[in-house]
């Protein structure tokens, strides 16, 4: 894989590099964001290069992703439903779920809390860009930031 495949983001299972998510037990996959067959995707690949496999398949850019604390999810950010939304889908690339479903832009780095409970956003929902957290499953975003300038880029400390 050359530097130029990826598009616009490495999220890394290594809990070292970035504040990246912590490596679930067993597991040693870095997933990315690649162009290589069109537009951008979410792939993974083992953690020495090999093995890459795609895994969202939609005509819309996916970007973003982050693993959940435990490994069995990712976090992600598409314009699948013609704006920007945060969803999650099933580490496997399976089953996923529009959890901001706002008519608003809500697509800047989701991720997740150490303990997988919440999902922090940002989005303009409210006329400019705030910091939000939501339940995982989507459920009560709450805006946690307040002022005229933008806030963007959350990231949860690990524990």
Known sequence: MTLGAILLSVA??????????PQPPGRSKIAFVSNRDGNAEIYEMNADGTNPTRLTNHSAHDFDPDWSPDGSKIAFASERDGNFEIYAMNADGSSP??????????????????????????????GNKEIYAMNADGSNPVRLTNNAAADTSPAWRPR
């Open 12 to 21: 890394l299972l290594a809990g070292s590099w970035g504040g990246g998510t």
């Open 97 to 126: 779920t529009n959890l901001t479903n706002h008519s608003a832009w809500d697509a800047d780095t989701a991720c997740w809390s150490p303990d997988g409970s919440k999902i922090a956003f940002a989005s303009d929902r409210d």
